[in-house]
């Protein structure tokens, strides 16, 4: 008889090894998915239950019921989290149990570059990867409403930087991170301004930031670009600035700026009107932001560009001329450069 019981418990202790060597087999065993990546999207208030199914109906090869086990051994079924997951090939059943309750969320980025204009901007948005486009066929205005912002004009209010976000985010969702992200930043450089600025607020200080940022060739340039149109404007000189005339120029612009363009008015033609353009022309970045509010101790009224990206400063009109045709127009010894002829031409 004692051999019996014995017999009996050799059994069953190498049938639970087996069960254990098989469960452990399958835990780590690559699922098989229909396609290379299976998309799934858990919704808030989806049961355990309900996410082994919905895996299963994504056309992987899993036993809903089997992988519920799974789920409900593990203790943690009530930690997975919603949100939109991308399942790749050679997830386990215990890899896929650790993306859920980590919330590893499927995640595509679009970039915002530095010196973009807002048209820039929506492009980009529209041809961003599993973006939803929520906000096609709105115009600028019906967008910033949507945003929070009616009657804001949109140009330069998104801080251009690399924005990540989950599969099936919206387009707006995004823009209201940039905003925010905008807000921020340009409050932090306003609370860090020089003393006495000729600058009234802190948009004027996101219009001439944007101005710097179109305008800098050669980063460590900031500071004295800012200076340039900051001692422009104590003095009362027109800023003169050629990305103003462009923007205001729109569609209208064909790669070519000419004398005419020059001398035809827009709100943005900082040639024939005074002071800083009526908004921003562009989306500046941090460093632009800072230069605005903390140009460069310089009594510099012009700038020319020199050819390689950075620019040659001047506090005369003569000097700058000297400048002009050394780095523009080859006289002094100086070969030709084809670059636009930069502020005070």
Request: hydrophobic residues 40%.
């Amino acid at each position: 008889m004692r051999r019996f019981f014995l017999t009996l418990f050799l059994l069953c202790a190498f049938a639970v090894l087996g069960l254990g060597a098989g469960a452990l087999w399958w835990l780590n065993r690559p699922l098989q998915l229909p396609a290379p990546s299976v998309d799934l999207s858990v919704e808030p208030g989806t049961t355990p239950r309900g996410i082994t199914q919905l895996v299963a109906d994504t056309g992987t090869q899993v036993n809903p019921q089997l992988l519920y086990a799974w789920f409900r051994f593990s203790g943690q079924d009530r930690q997975i989290r919603a949100g939109s997951y991308e399942l790749e090939r050679g997830v386990t059943p215990r890899t896929l149990l650790n993306v859920l309750v980590r919330g590893e969320e499927a995640t595509r980025s679009v970039v915002l570059v530095e010196g973009w204009n807002f048209r820039q901007v929506r492009a980009a948005l529209a041809k961003a990867e599993q973006l939803k486009p929520e906000s096609v066929g709105d115009s600028d205005d019906a967008l910033m409403a949507r945003l929070g912002r009616p009657g804001q004009h949109p140009e330069g209010r998104f801080f251009p930087d690399t924005y990540t976000y989950s599969k099936g985010s919206t387009d707006v969702a995004l823009l209201q991170r940039a905003m925010r992200a905008m807000d921020k930043k340009l409050e932090a450089a306003w609370a860090a301004r020089a003393p006495d600025l000729p600058l009234k607020s802190a948009d004027d200080a996101l219009i001439l930031a944007s101005i710097v940022e179109k305008e800098t060739g050669k980063p460590a340039d900031r500071p004295e670009i800012a200076a340039v149109f900051v001692n422009r404007l104590r003095v009362g000189m027109p800023l003169q600035t050629d990305p103003t005339v462009i923007y205001g120029m729109g569609a209208l612009f064909d790669g070519n700026l000419r004398k005419k363009d020059l001398q035809t008015d827009t709100p943005w033609n900082t040639y024939t009107r005074g002071g800083l353009p009526p908004t921003p022309i562009a989306m500046p970045g941090k460093a632009a932001l800072l230069a605005a509010v903390q140009p460069a101790q310089s009594k510099s009224l012009y700038f020319v560009s020199r050819g390689d990206g950075s620019s040659q400063f001047s506090g005369s009109l003569d000097e700058h001329n000297r400048a002009v045709n050394r780095y523009q127009r080859g006289v002094g010894g100086a070969a030709a450069s084809e670059a636009t002829p930069r502020s005070g031409q």
